[in-house]
C-alpha cells in the first residue's frame, strides 16, 4: 500500500530552527512536495524536490533521499506566523498525489 | 499560478438536504479537477477526480450516488453532496493542476460543510 508518515506534532521557539520529517512508501515516484496549510484554510505550495539533495528558497528548505524514501522540510528563523500544519505530499507513478496526515507545527514566543 | 476559487466558504444544512460546493478555474482551463475532503487533523483524502464532459472517476469507499460530481465546462466542477448526514461534516477542497509530472497542485478556499 502507499504510505506516507510525518510526526503529529512538533513545538518550537521564534527565531529557532526546526526540521520535519517525511518517510513514504509508495507506487513509484515522480516528486515529493511540501505544503502549508493554517488552520481552516487550503494549502498553499512551499516546494518541490525530485532529485536528491537539498533545495533551498528563502527561509525554508527541503531535502529528498529517493533511496531512503525520506524528506525533510527545514524552516528557519521561525516566526510567529509559520505556526500551521505541513503536508508532505509523494506523486507515485500515475501521477497521484499521495498526502501525508501533516504536522502540525506549534511556535511559542 | 493557477487562481482557484471555491464557493461557498461554509454552509449550515440539515439532516436529508443536499448542497453543492462549486469549484471554479479562474485563469486556465482545467479538464481535471480534484475533490478532497479533510477531517480535523486527519490528511486530504482524494473523493474523486473530475473529468469534463466524461463521468467523474470516484476513489474506492466514495458513494458516487452521493456524492455527485458534474464538470460541464472547462472552468467549472461542482461537487453536489446529497442527503446529507452529520458525519458527512467536513472540510471539502476542490484541487486543479496544469499537467502532471511535477507540477503543483492549486487549491480552492475549500468549504467547511455542518450538517445539524
Known amino acids: 500500500g502507499q504510505n506516507i508518515d510525518q510526526p503529529t506534532e512538533m513545538t518550537a521557539t521564534e527565531g529557532a530552527i526546526v526540521q520535519i520529517n517525511c518517510t513514504y512508501q509508495?507506487?513509484?515516484?515522480?516528486?515529493l512536495f511540501w505544503y502549508q496549510q493554517h488552520a481552516g484554510e487550503a494549502p498553499t505550495f512551499l516546494s518541490y524536490?525530485?532529485l536528491d539533495g537539498l533545495e533551498e528558497k528563502g527561509r525554508f528548505s527541503s531535502f529528498l533521499s529517493r533511496s531512503k524514501g525520506y524528506s525533510y522540510l527545514l524552516l528557519k528563523e521561525l516566526q510567529m506566523k509559520d505556526s500551521a500544519s505541513y503536508l508532505c505530499?509523494?506523486?507515485?507513478?500515475?501521477?497521484?498525489?499521495?498526502w501525508g496526515a501533516g504536522t502540525k507545527l506549534i511556535i511559542k514566543p | 499560478g493557477a487562481v482557484v476559487s471555491q464557493h461557498p466558504s461554509w454552509v449550515i444544512c440539515k439532516s436529508g438536504t443536499s448542497v453543492k460546493i462549486e469549484c471554479r478555474s479562474l485563469d486556465f482551463q482545467a479538464t481535471t479537477m480534484f475533490w478532497y475532503r479533510q477531517f480535523p487533523k486527519q490528511s486530504l483524502m482524494l473523493m474523486a477526480t473530475s473529468n469534463e464532459g466524461s463521468k467523474a472517476t470516484y476513489e474506492q469507499g466514495v458513494e458516487k450516488d452521493k456524492f455527485l460530481i458534474n464538470h460541464a465546462s472547462l472552468t467549472l466542477s461542482t461537487l453536489t453532496v446529497t442527503s446529507a448526514h452529520p458525519e458527512d461534516s467536513s472540510f471539502y477542497i476542490c484541487s486543479v493542476r496544469r499537467g502532471a509530472g511535477g507540477t503543483e497542485a492549486f487549491f480552492g478556499q475549500g468549504t467547511r460543510l455542518t450538517v445539524v
Open positions: 524536490n525530485v
Open positions: 509508495t507506487s513509484g515516484f515522480n516528486g
Open positions: 505530499a509523494v506523486e507515485d507513478s500515475n501521477y497521484q498525489l499521495i
